[in-house]
């Protein structure tokens, strides 16, 4: 391929068509991959549900899902930052900033650990949804 600043941009527009057929192709041949192997899934678990309805058990799917389903976040937590000096912050249950050391509080003790003086997350604010300015 020549060298793209002496190419024009009819030129720069044809190669980005044929790059974009090819990335479709390429798409489309794995959405049929998928396809074939979600149908050959289904197929191997049909039995499976079948047995485990005459014995009384809940699908397998449904406890696969049972297993992975979320966690449910806490309304309100604190968690301890820093390094060297550590403080406390009062995260909203589902601010992404607070981490994996959560540590659930109730509405309650949120605002009190607000009016004792331990600091509001700046990405979440607590503060403003419970009120607390």
């Known amino acids: 391929m020549s060298d793209p600043a002496s190419m024009s941009r009819l030129d720069k527009l044809r190669a980005l068509q044929e790059w974009l057929d090819w990335q479709l192709r390429q798409t489309r041949g794995r959405i049929q991959q998928l396809e074939a192997q979600e149908r050959q899934g289904q197929e191997r678990r ?56 959560l540590r659930a509080l109730s509405r309650e003790q949120a605002l009190a650990a607000l009016a004792d003086g331990i600091q509001a997350c700046e990405v979440c604010r607590p503060d403003t949804a419970l009120g607390a300015l």
Request: a positive charge; glycine letters at 10%.
């Open 46 to 101: 049909a039995p499976q549900r079948q047995r485990d309805s005459e014995q009384g058990k809940a699908p397998a799917e449904k406890r696969e899902s049972e297993k992975r389903r979320p966690r449910p976040f806490p309304d309100w937590g604190i968690t301890d930052v820093g390094v060297g000096t550590p403080r406390s912050e009062v995260h909203r249950g589902d601010c992404f900033a607070a981490g994996k050391q």
